[in-house]
């Protein structure tokens, strides 16, 4: 524990010198609903929220509204950190078809974008969802934006049948299949001055007839070509005040309003230019999608609380029980036991032989030293 707290000192140290000056406050939008690996996704979510040197705002928008197996997960956060958790509900419920899921994820992070503009929260708005993955060096880099960046996303959308024989799969890792691309990747697309030229969007067509309809379908889960969680923005974006924001930047409400169901998929709808996009990260990619669910009928513990204990099966060793009474060895223990005595009696008897052939030796070299004087004398 003292190195520990000697390497956070320093670590501290290094923030101050070399770290970001004059960080702004993050403010992370996350839409979730109550399913079986939602404590697994919001726990991970949490602890990477935890453990970063700014202030945060989580902003969670559960649908189906606010329940208590998503309050306890996020009160969490309050107790053990000080980071600020925001629990809205929304109304309307996670549907089963990915594509209607896709356009009631869009909703929930706009309602969130209704409470960034109605209380005026000042930051960085982040769009995490609850089952990416995210490195730490990402929110150091998107305090570099001034009103709206992109970063690169990798896919993880790749996936195998259970029945296929996994020492085939290996084989076929290393074999080139030009349909089907190496990395999927989400982005901007820059020139030699870093300048945003075009984006990298996801290709699903290679994956035509292969995707998922439904959630817990064993298939594969494909993303939308642009993501949200692939853009970061400037909270002030959002705000009511025209003269926060640049000329290039549409409103909120006229966004809002004029939207057909299901019709924005991602921030650049806020954008009149696009190529006002920011690009963040260079080539690197510090955030990966993945959605990775249960059946949608699997059966799980409220809150993942086993509650009554499970009842003893079979008896652990060394516990407080009677313990059991002692096994008879059978043929094959015995045999290895009898094989091991022999070969130590083997060994012993070697380094007997071998002992008295030295000492024989010996006394002869000192039989022949004691000739050799006395023809001296």
Known sequence: ????????????????????????????????YVRTFQALHLTGLMHTLMSLPYDVVWIVVEAGGVTNETAVLV?????????????????????MFWND???????????ALRVVREEKLDGIVMFADDSNMHTLELFDEIQKVEWIGAVSVGFLVHSSRSDQDPFEILKNLDVVDEKKPALSVQGPACNSSDQLIRWHTFDSAVYEQKSANYIGGMALVL????????FVTNSKLVWEESEFRPEWIKDLHTVVAGDVVGEIENPLSFLEDASMVEPLGGK?????????EGRADSKFPSGWIIDPQLEVTVAAKRTPWPEAPNEHPSNTE??????????????????????????????GRNTDASVILENQV
């Open 1 to 32: 524990m003292r190195a520990h707290r000697i390497i956070q000192t320093v670590q501290h140290e290094q923030r101050v010198q070399y770290g970001v000056k004059n960080a702004r406050t993050l403010i992370l939008v996350t839409p979730t």
């Open 75 to 95: 009160e969490r956060a309050k107790a053990n950190s000080n980071v600020r958790v925001k629990h809205i509900g929304f109304d309307k419920k996670m549907p």
């Open 101 to 111: 899921r896709h356009k009631v994820g869009s909703e929930m992070r706009l309602q």
């Open 223 to 230: 993303p939308r070509k642009l993501e949200w969680c692939g």
């Open 284 to 292: 690197k990619v510090m955030l990966w999608w993945l959605r990775a």
């Open 334 to 363: 015995k045999e290895i036991t009898t094989s091991i005595q022999e070969n130590v009696r083997k060994i012993r008897t070697k380094t007997r032989t071998i002992s008295r052939l030295g000492n024989r030796k010996h006394e």
